[in-house]
Nanobody, 118 residues
Framework: QVHLVESGGGLVQAGGSLRLSCTAS????????MGWYGQAQGNQRELVAQ?????????YADSVKGRFTISRDNAARNTVNLQMNSLKPEDTAVYYC??????????WGQGTQVTVSS
């Protein structure tokens, strides 16, 4: 059974930082892209950041560029981290980890709540 284990969400004041981590179970063969999507209440799930297998290519939502950094644990190749700095109330959302394998199958985590107070 495939699992994505997310951690690091919580409540923080505006201007603060949080670090999200997601580890995919080892029975996902050929993990390729990993990333984070955010879903604010009443909105669709949207890309926040994603990173390719070797970490050579990253993609960020315009709203988080310069504040968030996505990284890959290259040794394990099944862990992705999202360092979130200078958080704003509008960053409040449930953040979901996404893992895509080489067959383009998509696996989603359960989501972790990030709440930024003003």
């Amino acid at each position: 059974q495939v699992h994505l284990v997310e951690s690091g969400g919580g409540l923080v004041q505006a201007g603060g930082s949080l670090r999200l981590s997601c580890t995919a179970s080892r029975n996902i063969i050929g993990i390729n892209t990993m990333g984070w999507y955010g879903q604010a209440q009443g909105n669709q799930r949207e890309l926040v950041a994603q990173i390719t297998r070797g970490g050579g290519s990253t993609d960020y939502a315009d709203s988080v560029k310069g504040r968030f950094t996505i990284s890959r644990d290259n040794a394990a190749r099944n862990t992705v981290n999202l360092q979130m700095n200078s958080l704003k109330p509008e960053d409040t959302a449930v953040y979901y980890c996404l893992t895509i394998d080489i067959m383009t199958r998509h696996y989603w985590g359960q989501g972790t709540q990030v709440t930024v107070s003003s």
